[in-house]
C-alpha cells in the first residue's frame, strides 16, 4: 500500500453518536487531512499511519460552545492559552468568542478597523482549539463597518448587550460612554439597537448566499428594571446571596427585553435572531410567544450549562454571580423541560475567566454587589449536559445536535457539528458510566474556582481530537496551541 493512499489516522472501536440519526453505532473513523475520510464497521488497522484503539467509547462530534468570553478579565493572548486548554479537556473543539470595545477585553474603544486586527493577533498562536469571534457594534461608526467585518474576516454573528445602555457589567452606573468607550453625544439605546438591525437587513441583502447564517445575539434585560429593583433589594435585608441577586434582576425584566428585541427584527426585517442565555420561565416563555407572534423571523434559543445546572440555593454563592442570575429550581426545572421539548437550539458555557481575587471583594467577600460577573465552565459544558439530560431521558442524538450541530449551522461552521465524511475530524470521546466531582484545581483553566465545586457528573470526556490530531488525553491537554482562526463567509 502507497504512503499517498494510506489514511493519518484510524480511530477503532467507538460507539459513534451522530445528530439526526437515533441509533449508536460501533465503527471506526478514518481521518486524512484533518477530515473524515472513511466511516465503516470495520477498517483494517494496516492501512492507517497511525491507530487509536477508541475502547467502546461513546464518540460525540466535537463540541462547538458557542458563547464564550475570552480576554474579558485577564490579557486576552494569555486568556486564550489557559481557557482553550479547559475548553480541549472538555470535548469543545470550537470556540466562538464574544468580544467589543470598551472597558475590558482590550480596554480601547474606537473602529473595529484598527481593533479586530489587534485582537486576531493576540489570538494567533494561543488557542488549543478552533476559534472565531461575535462582534458588538457598540459605536455608531461600528455599524457602518458590519459589511468590512464580514467580508474582510468573515465575522458573520453580531451582538447587542441590552442593558449597557444604563447600566454596567456589574451593576449600578450613570458613566456609561466612558465605560463603553463612546462619545458624550453618542447614546448605547433602543434607536442604536434598531440601527444595528437595519445595517444586518442591509448586509444579508448584500450576501444573500449568506442569508441563513448572518445574525444577531441579544443579551436580553431592560436597565431601567434592573436599576428600580435593584435599588429595592439592596435595602430588602430579607434577602441575600444569589436569592438577591435573581431579585435584583427579575425574569420580567428578560422577559420585556425579548419582547423589544423580537418587535424590532419585526420592523426591520433582521431575519435571523439568536435570544441568549435564557434564565427563567418569563424568559422561555416571551421567547416562545414572540417565535409565534413573529413566524417571519428566525427565532434561535440559548441556554447555558450554569442555568442548567445550578439554583439560587447552590452553596458556591459568589462564585456564581452571572448576568442574568442564577435562578430558583423552578426556572431550571422549566429550562430542563423546554430542552426536552426541543424548544431550545443551543447549549453553551458563557465561559469568562474571572479570577478568585477578582471575582470577590477583598474587604467584604461575601457582598454579592461587590462581586463580579461571570464565571467559567466550558470544560463542564458536555459533561454537565450529558449527565444531567440522560437522568431526563434525553438522547445522546439530541445533545449531539444542541452541543454541535446546531451552533454549528447557525454560525456559518459548515465543516463542523457532524461525525462524516468530508467534516472536519473533530471528535470527543466519553466514558458515560465515569462519574467524577468537580473540582477546580483539576481545571486548566486560571480561573481558581468553580460554582460546580463539589458537584458529582456521570459522562467523564477521556480523549479530544482536533482535525484528526490529539489535543487531549488522559487527563492531559497535548502538544502545542494548534487552533485556526475560522473565517464564516
Not at 216 to 221: F, N, R, T, V, Y
Amino acid at each position: 500500500m502507497s504512503e499517498a493512499s494510506l489514511l493519518d489516522q484510524i480511530i477503532k472501536n467507538v460507539r459513534v453518536v451522530r445528530p439526526h440519526q437515533d441509533d449508536i453505532e460501533l465503527l471506526d473513523l478514518g481521518i486524512k487531512d484533518g477530515k473524515f475520510a472513511q466511516i465503516a464497521p470495520h477498517i483494517s488497522p494496516d492501512r492507517g499511519k497511525q491507530v487509536f484503539d477508541g475502547k467502546n467509547l461513546l464518540a460525540f462530534p466535537g463540541v462547538v460552545d458557542a458563547h464564550m468570553h475570552i480576554g474579558i478579565y485577564q490579557p486576552l493572548d494569555k486568556d486564550a492559552v489557559t481557557e482553550s486548554k479547559a475548553a480541549a479537556m472538555g470535548g469543545v473543539t470550537t470556540s466562538l468568542n464574544y468580544i467589543r470595545t470598551g472597558q475590558y477585553y482590550l480596554n480601547k474603544g474606537g473602529s473595529y478597523k484598527d481593533f479586530f486586527p489587534e485582537v486576531l493577533a493576540l489570538s494567533a498562536g494561543n488557542f488549543y482549539v478552533d476559534y472565531s469571534y461575535h462582534i458588538a457594534p457598540i459605536a455608531s461608526q461600528h455599524i457602518d463597518e458590519i459589511p468590512l467585518l464580514f467580508e474582510e474576516y468573515g465575522v458573520s454573528s453580531f451582538k447587542i448587550f441590552m442593558f449597557y445602555g444604563g447600566y454596567g457589567l456589574h451593576g449600578l452606573s450613570d458613566q456609561q460612554n466612558l465605560f463603553l468607550m463612546i462619545n458624550k453625544e453618542e447614546r448605547y439605546d433602543f434607536a442604536h439597537f434598531e440601527f444595528i438591525m437595519r445595517g444586518l437587513t442591509h448586509l444579508i441583502e448584500a450576501h444573500p448566499e449568506a442569508r441563513d447564517t448572518i445574525s444577531l445575539s441579544l443579551h436580553c434585560e431592560v436597565a431601567e428594571i434592573l436599576n428600580a429593583y435593584t435599588k429595592i433589594v439592596e435595602n430588602d435585608y430579607s434577602l441575600s446571596g444569589l436569592h438577591a441577586y435573581s431579585a435584583a434582576r427579575p425574569p420580567h425584566s428578560e422577559g420585556l427585553a425579548i419582547c423589544i428585541a423580537s418587535y424590532l427584527a419585526h420592523e426591520t426585517n433582521c431575519a435571523n435572531i439568536n435570544l441568549l442565555h435564557l434564565s427563567s420561565r418569563k424568559a422561555m416563555e416571551a421567547a416562545l410567544t414572540m417565535q409565534t407572534a413573529f413566524p417571519h423571523i428566525n427565532f434561535r434559543r440559548e441556554v447555558t450549562v450554569g442555568h442548567l445546572l445550578l439554583d439560587v440555593d447552590t452553596p458556591n454563592t459568589i462564585w456564581a454571580k452571572v448576568n442574568p442570575p442564577i435562578r430558583p429550581r423552578t426556572d431550571v426545572e422549566y429550562l430542563w423541560q423546554a430542552v426536552l421539548n426541543h424548544q431550545v437550539d443551543w447549549i453553551v458555557s458563557d465561559h469568562a475567566c474571572c479570577s478568585a481575587e477578582q471575582k470577590r471583594s477583598a474587604k467584604d467577600p461575601n457582598n454579592i454587589w461587590l462581586a463580579k460577573s461571570g464565571f467559567g465552565g466550558t470544560e463542564y459544558l458536555l459533561s454537565g449536559v450529558f449527565s444531567e439530560g440522560s437522568k431526563r431521558g434525553m438522547s445522546y442524538n439530541h445533545m449531539a445536535e444542541l452541543l454541535s450541530w446546531n451552533p454549528a449551522r447557525r454560525f456559518g461552521l459548515s465543516s463542523k457539528g457532524d461525525i462524516a465524511v468530508g467534516y472536519d475530524a473533530d471528535l470527543v470521546l466519553l466514558d458515560p458510566h465515569e462519574s467524577f466531582v468537580v473540582r477546580a484545581a483539576e481545571s486548566e483553566s486560571q480561573q481558581g474556582y468553580t460554582p460546580f465545586e463539589g458537584v458529582e457528573l456521570t459522562g467523564q470526556v477521556k480523549t479530544t481530537f482536533l482535525r484528526g490530531n490529539l489535543i487531549y488525553n488522559n487527563g492531559k491537554v497535548l502538544g502545542s496551541a494548534t487552533g485556526r482562526y475560522l473565517k464564516r463567509c
